[in-house]
């Protein structure tokens, strides 16, 4: 695994200054991933995306997912509504790594409250939908299928935009336990807090698309790329996903390989280098800004769904005399009244 010191990554994580030579640079370079508007990126986004996902997939998936080996493989995609995670479904994982090129015969569900989605027109015969959601019933069928048949049948659930399987046991089963007995599952929803932590922190690979917020573009950064995007402190970090992360381009994180990839809309691929030795106080001195700095910097507006940290002043408690310095003054004793005549 490739990694990068401090100031050897310096070059690449300056920004590059917006001017007719970084203009006429992309020109010249043809980059069909890059327009103007990419001028800040540092220069290791520029060229050198010559690797396809699905290759990637397909043989890094080898160390759990043979047709030797019993093992199913997880994922989890994390995006904004319109970031392309229904297509990456489609294009990749349908049509190609479960699909035209697999290894062994695999039964796909599709799990969606999206069914009229253009990305599931079409689909192959062998591919179920099940278009009111997660059907737990139809994964306890599952199960028993592999209790009586001894793990012949490979599942592969696809879970997309199913914003109610948090409190759901036996989707956290299947991610947790099942993939030990040939169910691979994959989960798409809009914001990583919507998964369960048991699952986005287990998963095999995460694919970290465009976050409208900046909220959520902090959150993904500061969890999952802060190690592989270059930058002096977390909001140089996030200006950088947040120009890369746009136009149907993400990032790749594969955790059985400790690697990271910058995609492009067509799904070439090029390794980022890990970033070690970073200035620690810089960095979280960037993570201690608050969001209306930082929404302020990119230019973006705020989401008042998202929940915003608050700082709550302490209250001040009334100070009590203290007894012991200050005693208590005698009281003069009271006049008695005389009494009237009549």
Not at 131 to 145: F, H, P, V
Not at 209 to 238: C, E, W
């Given at each position: 695994?490739?990694?990068?010191t401090?100031?050897?990554?310096?070059?690449?994580?300056?920004?590059?200054?917006?001017?007719?030579?970084?203009?006429?640079?992309?020109?010249?370079?043809?980059?069909?991933?890059?327009?103007?508007?990419?001028?800040c990126?540092?220069?290791?986004?520029?060229?050198?995306?010559?690797?396809?996902?699905?290759?990637?997939?397909?043989?890094?998936?080898?160390?759990?997912?043979?047709?030797?080996?019993?093992?199913?493989?997880?994922?989890?995609?994390?995006?904004?509504?319109?970031?392309?995670?229904?297509?990456?479904?489609?294009?990749?994982?349908?049509?190609?790594?479960?699909?035209?090129?697999?290894?062994?015969?695999?039964?796909?569900?599709?799990?969606?409250?999206?069914?009229?989605?253009?990305?599931?027109?079409?689909?192959?015969?062998?591919?179920?939908?099940?278009?009111?959601?997660?059907?737990?019933?139809?994964?306890?069928?599952?199960?028993?299928?592999?209790?009586h048949?001894?793990?012949?049948?490979?599942?592969?659930?696809?879970?997309?935009?199913?914003?109610?399987?948090?409190?759901?046991?036996?989707?956290?089963?299947?991610?947790?336990?099942?993939?030990?007995?040939?169910?691979?599952?994959?989960?798409?929803?809009?914001?990583?807090?919507?998964i369960?932590?048991?699952?986005?922190?287990?998963?095999?690979?995460?694919?970290?698309?465009?976050?409208?917020?900046?909220?959520?573009?902090?959150?993904?950064?500061?969890?999952?790329?802060?190690?592989y995007?270059?930058?002096?402190?977390?909001?140089?970090?996030?200006?950088?996903?947040?120009?890369?992360?746009r136009?149907?381009?993400?990032?790749?994180?594969?955790?059985l390989?400790?690697?990271?990839?910058?995609?492009?809309?067509?799904?070439m691929c090029?390794?980022?280098?890990?970033?070690?030795?970073?200035?620690?106080?810089?960095?979280?001195e960037?993570?201690?800004?608050?969001?209306?700095?930082?929404?302020?910097t990119?230019?973006?507006?705020?989401?008042?769904?998202?929940?915003?940290?608050?700082?709550?002043?302490?209250?001040?408690?009334?100070?009590?005399?203290?007894?012991?310095?200050?005693?208590?003054?005698?009281?003069?004793?009271?006049?008695?009244?005389?009494?009237?005549?009549?």
């Amino acid at each position: 695994m490739s990694s990068l010191t401090t100031d050897e990554c310096e070059d690449s994580s300056t920004l590059l200054p917006e001017n007719e030579d970084c203009k006429t640079m992309i020109r010249e370079n043809n980059n069909a991933h890059m327009d103007i508007d990419d001028i800040c990126l540092p220069p290791i986004y520029h060229d050198g995306f010559d690797i396809y996902l699905g290759d990637i997939l397909l043989e890094s998936k080898k160390k759990m997912q043979t047709p030797d080996k019993h093992n199913g493989v997880t994922f989890a995609l994390v995006g904004s509504s319109g970031s392309g995670k229904s297509t990456l479904l489609r294009k990749v994982f349908i049509d190609d790594v479960f699909g035209a090129r697999r290894d062994k015969d695999y039964i796909i569900t599709i799990f969606t409250e999206s069914p009229q989605s253009d990305a599931f027109n079409d689909l192959p015969k062998e591919v179920a939908m099940c278009g009111c959601g997660i059907s737990q019933d139809i994964i306890n069928a599952m199960k028993k299928q592999k209790r009586h048949f001894d793990k012949v049948f490979n599942f592969v659930n696809l879970l997309d935009d199913c914003i109610h399987l948090r409190h759901m046991n036996q989707v956290e089963k299947m991610f947790l336990i099942d993939r030990n007995t040939n169910v691979s599952s994959a989960v798409s929803l809009q914001y990583a807090n919507l998964i369960p932590k048991s699952i986005r922190t287990s998963v095999y690979y995460i694919v970290l698309m465009h976050q409208n917020t900046p909220q959520g573009a902090h959150v993904t950064v500061d969890t999952f790329l802060s190690g592989y995007i270059p930058g002096k402190n977390i909001r140089k970090k996030v200006q950088i996903y947040m120009t890369w992360a746009r136009k149907h381009r993400f990032y790749f994180l594969d955790n059985l390989n400790e690697q990271c990839f910058a995609v492009t809309a067509d799904f070439m691929c090029k390794q980022l280098p890990q970033i070690i030795d970073e200035d620690l106080d810089a960095d979280n001195e960037g993570s201690a800004m608050g969001m209306d700095d930082m929404s302020c910097t990119l230019g973006l507006e705020m989401d008042s769904d998202l929940p915003v940290p608050k700082t709550q002043t302490p209250k001040k408690r009334k100070s009590k005399p203290d007894t012991a310095q200050s005693p208590k003054t005698p009281q003069k004793p009271r006049k008695k009244r005389k009494p009237t005549k009549v």
